[in-house]
């Protein structure tokens, strides 16, 4: 029979390796739940060192770190993307390809240009 393990310890089992990392944050972005993704970051955060390490190499405020990532938490773009730049991960923008009711862009009228 196996001894049963901690949450903290099932996540750094699982979370070994930047692919896996990535799937699990990319995972959370999709569950469309601001604190989904924030929860994810900070269990990254925890298997990555903890808030200390983070806040040593971000130059960011420990507890400020703490209470950005916490379950109340609303970190600042520049925190989150220096935090996840510390983690060796980047926020980045692709197109949806099937969304309803997307705004779509104005066309442009095309003008001769003569020299």
């Not at 393990?5 to 089992?13: D, G, N, P, V």
């Not at 990392?21 to 900070?42: G, H, I, T």
């Not at 808030?51 to 405020?61: D, R």
Request: proline residues 4%; contains cysteine; positive net charge.
């Amino acid at each position: 029979m196996g001894r049963l393990i901690s949450q903290e310890e099932s996540l750094a089992r699982l979370l070994t390796g930047k692919k896996k990392v990535e799937a699990y944050l990319n995972a959370a972005l999709e569950e469309d739940d601001p604190r989904a993704f924030l929860a994810a970051v900070r269990n990254v955060i925890k298997v990555k060192g903890g808030f200390t390490a983070i806040s040593k190499v971000t130059n960011l405020n420990r507890e400020h770190l703490y209470k950005s990532f916490s379950t109340k938490g609303n970190p600042r773009f520049d925190s989150l993307n220096t935090t996840l730049n510390a983690m060796g991960y980047r926020i980045c923008i692709k197109p949806e390809p099937k969304i309803k009711n997307r705004i779509k862009p104005k066309k442009v009228k095309k003008e001769k240009i003569y020299a």
